[in-house]
């Protein structure tokens, strides 16, 4: 079981901030693949990579990452602090 | 250092007394405080939406990235979340130092970091609806230079 | 503008209220202030001198320059004189911007050239009596990337 | 007649922050020669013109910078503002 967060733009195209998931995917990359395939609120939402950063039990990640041994991800636009 | 990631408003004035009055040895305090804009008068007001937990942690890792690279008395970030108006603070940072030019780097690459790597989301309201700010190319590539 | 050269001792957070206030169109504020620095813990106080007539126009000139060189909504210089006890603010420079990257690049500029180019002479009076401070060759030498 | 002014170190050195003088000296430098000549202290705080700056109604200027029309001068160490 894995927490996956969605956060700004990327939270209202899916419409939930968050879920648990039950994955098999071994990669980020697989998770997106997985979500993706599931409705077109996914498939919208993890269109265009570029524009999507993730992180990995709240660091900094990359989308070829491995998934083993972590329990939250979370999917978001760019950020824009400060 | 303190870091604090909140909802509530605050006051440059009474921030910055506090910090100075928190490193009285050191000679010099730069402070930098983040406005919200209303340059075509047509906004609102500012949602800003942040990543609880991960907002404090990287915040905090960026301030002892910057006590590592210069020589900091101690350094403060504020930043806030949720609505804001026009007119009002967003966040600010400031630095304390025995000399200026490390509080001022030190400031700068702060104001960098957060820019681009804090998560924080600024969404801006105006009367006929509301936009993501996109992150700007010109931040991103501020980070090259620390 | 302002510029102020005073005896009196401020509070930087009253000034960084006054400054923020006036300027709030400015998304960017960034604030220095220099405090008598007592490393030793033998520093009894810190005495002042300037050319009264021709610091107030030096410090002008500098803040037009600054307001030529980056787009400033507004800056301020305070500077004190006489007699200064450890720990008081000797002078603070706060600067409004647009953007943060002319807030932080005007402040700088304004520090460097008022640390080599303002008439201003420092003291340090300590217990085995009193000295001139003497100009660093770094701050010269920070003008050049000016 | 010219104001000339003192500060910091320098005005220790000569023992009054301002006088009024009725000189020829064309240049700065010029001035300097005439003061040096008058009393030891003088000499003392001219001694070293590398550690000594001046300053022409109000503007820095330089050692060979011409008198004329000029009322105000003024000599000190660099500078240690801010």
């Known amino acids: 079981m894995i927490d996956v967060l969605y956060f ?3 939270r209202e195209r899916i419409g939930l901030p968050r ?3 039950d994955t098999a995917a071994r990669t980020v990359r697989d998770l997106i693949a997985e979500l993706t395939a599931r409705e ?6 993890f269109a265009d990579l570029t524009s999507l950063r993730v992180a990995l039990d709240q660091e900094l990640s990359n989308f070829d990452a491995p998934l083993q041994g972590i329990r939250e991800v ?6 824009t602090g400060g | 250092m303190r870091v604090s990631v909140q909802t ?29 804009r209303d340059n075509a008068g047509t906004l609102s007001a500012m949602e800003i939406e942040h990543y609880p937990g991960m907002t404090e942690k990287a915040i905090a890792a960026m301030i002892e990235q910057a006590i590592t690279r210069w020589t900091l008395t101690d350094a403060l970030v504020i930043h806030r979340y949720g609505r804001l108006a026009a007119g009002e603070p ?22 960098d970091y957060l ?6 989301w600024k969404k801006e309201i105006g009367a006929d609806g509301a936009a993501w700010v996109a992150a700007l190319s010109s931040d991103e590539a501020a980070l090259t230079r620390w």
Chains 1, 4 share one sequence.
């Open chain 2, 115 to 120: 820019k681009s790597r804090a998560p924080f």
């Open chain 1, 40 to 45: 077109d609120r996914y498939a919208l939402a």
């Open chain 1, 19 to 21: 879920e648990r998931l």
């Open chain 1, 8 to 10: 700004a733009w990327v």
């Open chain 2, 8 to 36: 509530a408003v605050f006051d440059l004035g009474t921030e910055s007394n506090a910090f100075a009055a928190s490193v009285p040895t050191a000679g010099a305090i730069v402070t930098f405080t983040g406005v919200v």
């Open chain 2, 90 to 111: 967003i966040m600010m940072v400031a630095t304390a130092a025995p000399h200026r030019g490390d509080a001022f780097a030190a400031a700068e690459f702060l104001m």
């Open chain 1, 74 to 79: 979370a999917f978001f636009p760019p950020m």
